[in-house]
């Protein structure tokens, strides 16, 4: 999950935090995906500027869900996923094209 710092106390600690959308066009934005609950609190992994040693508590959904993106950094990827997905709502625009 990737956190931006929006704004810093007087006491030089982060007041408050946006979560980085990793979906594009997620409403709310969803910062990433976890095969299982982290525990709170959880510690700064990385830094682009001069703070470190944050640690945050994180309100995290409590249940897994269906998901309709697999994230990858290997550039040009390749994969094989099947599932049957009954609900047509679910399905990308483009992905309906080319089934049609």
Known sequence: MVLTVLTVGGSGAVATVSVVNVLRGESPPIGGSYFAIRANPIAQFSTSGSGTG????LTQQTSPTDQRVILTNQEFAIGNYVKDISDENV??????????
Do not use: H, Q, R
């Open 54 to 57: 944050a640690t945050f508590t």
């Open 91 to 100: 399905f990308d625009d483009d992905f309906v094209e080319a089934f049609l």
